[in-house]
């Protein structure tokens, strides 16, 4: 096997419900080891991306590959695909699911023996192996419904928002298995809208929308493009905003970012600024609960490219 090949290659790719194309040439390639974060409002296409990629879906165009060799139905060998939702039995132990699992894909019973031993160890679940499913956390289901998903050994690991529902001691171990996994050299990609997940865990992300994967690139490259050296300046108000406070916030830069209790900006930011700003704030008779200066995250750029899009669907509507 060539290890120059990329784990997954996603080429001019179009998928189509009726006449409404929702991937309109999509590119996305993911390196073996590397962990891609999928981001993207909700109704962009991610879970359509994913079952196009698993061979779910017809594409009406384009071409996917997973270790350079073109997807088909019968790809599932080579992928490991995680839903959203926990696809177990819940009377059965988690060995007897993964053993249940493995005999489905194929695995003769000794094959399926190491191949839970495998996926055990790699999940991290030697210890819970014993417990009935129906027994066990959120957390610990998601890691059995993990190991099921590679019970073969995937070169591709598609896990679909794999912590959503999960506490966050939960989530941290989900995390430690993940990344894992992609050092065991699985490409994972990762469909989440945890965005400080995706910061924490991926080397490159991409956000989906209109149909294709821009901008992507690492976290932290990103974030430098958009806001360069900006910090985010963040007020939490204690009642919301009259219309005319509003209007003064959005003329001093600020725009809501959750409801009206919450504004946010980037700027330039030392203490004299936080200074001015609060007395400002006062004049004003916004009473403040909190003033916080951040650097930006993926949040704040998602929030960015959500702010762009409404603007330009406002700009492009008939006056
Ligand atoms: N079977 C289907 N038939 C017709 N339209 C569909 C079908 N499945 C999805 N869609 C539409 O295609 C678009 C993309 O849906 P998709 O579920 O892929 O988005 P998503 O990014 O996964 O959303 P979410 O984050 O909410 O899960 C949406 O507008 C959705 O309504």
């Known amino acids: 096997m060539n290890e120059a090949l990329p784990a997954l290659q996603v080429l001019?790719?179009?998928?189509?419900?009726?006449?409404r194309e929702v991937l309109k040439g999509l590119n996305l390639q993911v390196?073996?080891?590397e962990i891609f974060g999928l981001l993207g409002?909700?109704?962009?296409?991610?879970?359509?991306?994913?079952?196009?990629?698993?061979?779910?879906?017809?594409?009406?165009?384009?071409?996917?590959?997973?270790?350079?060799?073109?997807?088909?139905?019968?790809?599932?060998?080579?992928?490991?695909?995680?839903?959203q939702e926990i696809a177990l039995y819940p009377h059965l132990t988690a060995q007897e699911n993964l053993e249940v699992f493995g005999r489905l894909s194929g695995l003769n019973r000794s094959q399926t023996q190491e191949a839970v031993r495998w996926a055990g160890e790699a999940a991290d679940i030697e210890a819970r192996l014993g417990e009935r499913v129906e027994?066990?956390?959120?957390?610990?289901?998601?890691?059995?419904?993990?190991?099921?998903?590679?019970?073969?050994?995937p070169d591709l690991l598609i896990l679909d928002e794999p912590t959503v529902g999960v506490d966050v001691d939960a989530r941290n171990g989900l995390h430690?298995?993940?990344?894992q996994l992609s050092h065991l050299g699985m490409g994972v990609l990762l469909a989440t809208h945890?965005?400080?997940?995706?910061?924490?865990?991926?080397?490159?992300?991409?956000?989906?929308?209109?149909?294709?994967?821009?901008p992507h690139g690492s976290p932290r490259t990103l974030i430098f493009a958009a806001f360069g050296n900006q910090r985010e300046i963040i007020i939490e108000l204690r009642a919301a905003a009259t219309k005319p406070q509003a209007e003064a916030l959005q003329r001093a830069g600020f725009a809501p970012s959750n409801g009206n209790l919450n504004w946010?900006?980037?700027?330039?930011?030392?203490?004299?600024?936080?200074?001015?700003l609060t007395s400002a704030l006062e004049r004003a008779g916004l009473m403040t609960?909190?003033?916080?200066?951040?650097e930006p995250g993926l949040d704040s750029l998602f929030l960015r490219l959500s702010r762009d899009a409404a603007t330009a669907a406002r700009e492009s509507e008939p006056a």
């Open 12 to 19: 001019d790719l179009r998928t189509r419900y009726g006449s």
């Open 31 to 33: 390196a073996k080891g």
């Open 41 to 83: 409002p909700n109704g962009a296409g991610k879970t359509t991306l994913i079952r196009t990629i698993a061979g779910r879906i017809r594409p009406v165009g384009g071409a996917v590959a997973i270790m350079g060799r073109p997807v088909s139905r019968h790809s599932m060998r080579r992928i490991g695909l995680v839903p």
């Open 135 to 153: 027994h066990l956390s959120g957390g610990w289901k998601r890691r059995v419904n993990i190991a099921a998903a590679i019970l073969h050994r």
């Open 176 to 179: 430690e298995v993940i990344k």
């Open 194 to 214: 945890d965005l400080d997940q995706a910061e924490l865990l991926c080397s490159r992300v991409g956000f989906l929308r209109h149909g294709v994967i821009a």
């Open 264 to 276: 946010s900006m980037m700027g330039e930011s030392n203490e004299r600024t936080v200074q001015d």
């Open 289 to 294: 609960r909190e003033i916080r200066v951040r």
